[in-house]
């Protein structure tokens, strides 16, 4: 029997949200400001790691791409549009069908699947798992699934909120209490801080090589930094 890291519960959770998953100012609304930074984070690692043009509109041209825990597709869009041949899995149904039907309407060729990591074949030159990791039921298992996916001199990028007090009065207390995301969509004891995660990666196989800040101002918004306290991406390879 595989093992899986999926915990149904938090499947249940995030399946409630995909009737309105691309509003922007619907109960993913956190994730729609999400998104831009995160993309300009993979932009920039890509252009960097296959020493591609920064001014070309199609860099993954050529290259297959997965992403985990892809939801509605607010990040499996984007990679499309760069030019990756697109697998995007999630384990809510619903999230797939949403995501299915708007990629259709804008006219992408992802490949959308209702699985999780361990149970797809092949490998990948581009896998993004964004703020997928502190809902597994198995952080390191996960972890070792997305490297044995992972193609030679391919990358990985993550991200996840850290384990510090600063993201716990942010991600749970106050964004959870006033709307700005569901209640119940984190669990403290899941956050991992950048630390562990390096060492988890080490012992999955994998070199990380770069750990960015996400935080937040009232002038900037949400915004890649130096301050790791709130919420952190990660690139590894093999």
Same mark, same amino acid.
């Given at each position: 029997?595989? !093992?899986?890291?999926?915990?149904?519960?938090?499947?249940?959770?995030?399946?409630?949200?995909?009737?309105?998953?691309?509003?922007?100012?619907?109960?993913?609304?956190?994730?729609?400001?999400?998104?831009?930074?995160?993309?300009?984070?993979?932009?920039?690692?890509?252009?960097?790691?296959?020493?591609?043009?920064?001014?070309?509109?199609?860099?993954?041209?050529?290259?297959?791409?997965?992403?985990?825990?892809?939801?509605?597709?607010?990040?499996?869009?984007?990679?499309?549009?760069?030019?990756?041949?697109?697998?995007?899995?999630?384990?809510?149904?619903?999230?797939?069908?949403?995501?299915?039907?708007?990629?259709?309407?804008?006219?992408?060729?992802?490949d959308y699947r +209702?699985?999780? +990591?361990?149970?797809?074949d092949g490998t990948?030159?581009?896998?993004?798992?964004?703020?997928?990791? !502190?809902?597994?039921?198995?952080?390191?298992?996960?972890?070792?699934?997305?490297?044995?996916?992972?193609?030679?001199?391919?990358?990985?990028?993550?991200?996840?909120?850290?384990?510090?007090?600063?993201?716990?009065?942010?991600t749970i207390t106050?964004?959870?209490?006033?709307?700005?995301?569901?209640?119940?969509?984190?669990?403290?004891?899941?956050?991992?801080?950048?630390?562990?995660?390096?060492?988890?990666?080490?012992?999955?196989?994998?070199?990380?090589?770069?750990?960015?800040?996400?935080?937040?101002?009232?002038?900037?918004?949400?915004?890649?930094? !130096?301050?790791?306290?709130?919420?952190?991406?990660?690139?590894?390879?093999?």
């Amino acid at each position: 029997m595989v !093992e899986t890291s999926v915990v149904q519960e938090e499947v249940e959770q995030f399946a409630k949200l995909a009737g309105d998953w691309w509003d922007p100012r619907g109960a993913s609304a956190m994730l729609h400001k999400l998104n831009p930074v995160r993309l300009a984070y993979v932009r920039d690692w890509i252009d960097q790691h296959w020493a591609l043009d920064e001014h070309s509109r199609r860099p993954l041209e050529g290259k297959s791409a997965l992403d985990v825990g892809c939801g509605a597709g607010l990040l499996a869009e984007p990679l499309a549009r760069l030019g990756a041949a697109v697998i995007a899995i999630d384990p809510a149904e619903e999230l797939i069908a949403a995501a299915r039907d708007h990629a259709a309407g804008q006219g992408l060729p992802i490949d959308y699947r +209702v699985a999780a +990591v361990e149970t797809i074949d092949g490998t990948f030159d581009l896998i993004t798992a964004m703020e997928v990791i !502190e809902h597994t039921a198995d952080p390191q298992q996960f972890l070792k699934d997305l490297a044995n996916r992972l193609a030679p001199n391919g990358l990985l990028i993550l991200s996840t909120p850290n384990a510090t007090a600063w993201s716990r009065l942010i991600t749970i207390t106050l964004a959870e209490s006033f709307g700005a995301i569901p209640k119940g969509t984190h669990e403290f004891e899941k956050f991992l801080a950048p630390e562990r995660m390096k060492q988890l990666m080490a012992d999955a196989g994998l070199q990380c090589l770069d750990v960015e800040g996400l935080a937040f101002s009232p002038t900037r918004g949400l915004h890649l930094s !130096e301050d790791l306290r709130l919420n952190y991406l990660v690139v590894a390879t093999r």
